[in-house]
């Protein structure tokens, strides 16, 4: 949506909409700090449309004429065209997006749109609007990440069979396929995935005809409303309808987990791309210079993603803290929950994209994996359950195994390049067929169940995910 900036040109005071009982203007400065449609004339398509369901609604129920309706619709259709091509004007002094949307239909329409706010507050307007706004917003995220995950899966196929070493405390631990580690990033973002899609169901329920707070009396149809807005149901209690955020909480928090996940693989795309490790190349157009080192290539947008982390976490931590002391019902807190919604949002939108498109362009060194998973004894539990399969109880394997580790240390070598007869002095069941475990493919292979790291699972575990873009 193209947009014209708000204009701070005051307006004779008496045409607010709600200075009637005032006797004075409100100062300049309080103006500024309570206005709000710097930011929520974002929800201006939402709005309309939330005021033509309603209007439909008192149409239908007799509250006001079929006539006075089909002026509002077109002039809200008008106001809308108008908004869309940026030549709506929106002023400060009409406060929020509902002021500027009602004067301007007033304007246009007269009587006919000053009937629209009939049985209606902007307390049950604001929080209709918002979810509105939100489910589109859901909705589009589950695509985004939906397209993340097929980058995930398509770079894993690639990868079932490469061999990279897998740590616990960053210190090499067993040999895993890089195509599983990504796949682990694919079960975080299905749950993901799944935390939206729940959070969407409380954020399907229409709040309009709580009105200020308590209902209204006129003869409202709430579920008339709910349906032609596509919303599960009504909030079934006005208080909560009109003041409580959990919803938009709830999708912060699920926003502020994904974000933690894309954190966790950058921080690895970080150490993985750098020389140091150079298991893998991020593609030039995502990543920058140095204005001073000109050997520099920076990795900076998994470094961005790891620093928006903070900024979505900080949101989440906002909005817990603008609820917890509200008492019932609607207050002007809840005005502030909008700029951290639409940035968790933004944030996590284009995060998701350009994550999508940057692990096309990831370019993986199976050379230097494998030789990092044969750098650290990955193999040395392998030896263990060889032992163990041998008859040793798992504990004696373990020591055994550590001092052969201990060895091959000192002689500077892996353990599968320990003669056998070196082999033999940590234990005497270790006979030739040893070197079929101590090496990687070995290693891997034995790794062979549902959620295993042995190729072929993977390439099941690959299976089962593609399933989901079906
Ligand atoms: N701009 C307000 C908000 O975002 C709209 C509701 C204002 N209601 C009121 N009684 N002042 O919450």
């Not at 049950?124 to 609007?129: I, L």
């Not at 899966?153 to 061999?163: G, K, P, S």
């Not at 299905?190 to 959070?199: G, L, N, Q, S, Y």
């Not at 329920?205 to 200020?212: E, F, S, T, W």
Request: aromatic letters at 6%; hydrophobic letters at 45%; a negative charge.
């Amino acid at each position: 949506m193209q947009d014209k900036p708000v204009q701070d040109n005051s307006l004779n005071k008496k045409s607010t909409a709600w200075s009637g009982r005032f006797n004075e203007p409100v100062a300049e400065l309080v103006k500024k700090y309570t206005a709000s449609v710097d930011f929520d004339k974002r929800l201006a398509e939402f709005d309309i449309a939330g005021s033509i369901a309603h209007a439909q609604m008192l149409g239908a129920q007799g509250i006001i004429s079929l006539d006075d309706v089909a002026k509002i619709e077109k002039g809200l259709a008008e106001i809308l065209t108008e908004i869309q091509a940026g030549s709506f004007e929106w002023l400060l002094d009409l406060e929020d997006v509902h002021l500027n949307i009602e004067k301007r239909l007033t304007d246009k329409i007269g009587d006919a749109g000053k009937r629209l706010h009939t049985g209606r507050s902007r307390n049950d307007q604001v929080a209709t609007d918002v979810r509105l706004w939100l489910r589109a917003t859901v909705d589009d995220i589950l695509v985004a990440i939906k397209k993340l995950q097929l980058s995930i899966v398509d770079l894993a196929e690639q990868h079932a069979d490469t061999i990279m070493p897998g740590f616990t405390h960053l210190q090499v631990a067993q040999p895993v396929t890089f195509g599983h580690h990504l796949l682990a990033y694919f079960e975080m973002l299905k749950r993901d995935a799944e935390r939206f899609v729940d959070c969407r169901k409380r954020i399907n329920r229409l709040p309009l005809g709580a009105a200020a707070l308590a209902g209204t009396s006129y003869p409202i149809n709430r579920e008339m409303v709910a349906k032609s807005l596509g919303f599960d149901g009504v909030c079934e209690n006005s208080l909560d309808a009109v003041s409580d955020r959990d919803f938009a909480i709830e999708f912060t928090a699920a926003s502020a987990l994904l974000m933690t996940h894309l954190s966790r693989f950058s921080e690895e795309l970080i150490l993985w791309s750098s020389p140091r490790f150079a298991f893998v190349d991020i593609a030039d157009r995502f990543c920058t210079g140095s204005s001073i080192m000109p050997q520099k290539k920076n990795p900076d947008v998994p470094e961005l993603v790891r620093g928006k982390t903070g900024r979505v976490n900080g949101h989440l931590v906002a909005l817990l803290t603008l609820m917890k002391g509200q008492p019932l019902a609607y207050n002007k807190d809840n005005q502030e929950d909008k700029e951290p919604l639409f940035d968790t949002a933004d944030t996590i939108l284009i995060t998701l994209a350009i994550y999508a498109d940057m692990l096309r362009g990831v370019d993986v060194n199976k050379a230097n994996m494998r030789q990092a998973a044969l750098e650290g004894f990955a193999t040395a539990t392998d030896l263990a359950d060889y032992l163990v399969k041998k008859g040793l109880p798992f504990r004696d394997a373990h020591e055994a195994v550590a001092l052969a580790v201990k060895h091959a240390v000192q002689k500077k070598c892996d353990l599968a390049d320990l003669p056998l007869a070196d082999l033999q002095q940590f234990n005497a069941l270790i006979q030739e067929d040893v070197y079929a475990v101590l090496t990687l493919e070995g290693s891997l292979a034995s790794r062979n169940h549902i959620g295993g790291t042995a190729p072929v699972q993977v390439k099941k575990a690959i299976e089962r995910a593609r399933q989901i873009f079906n």
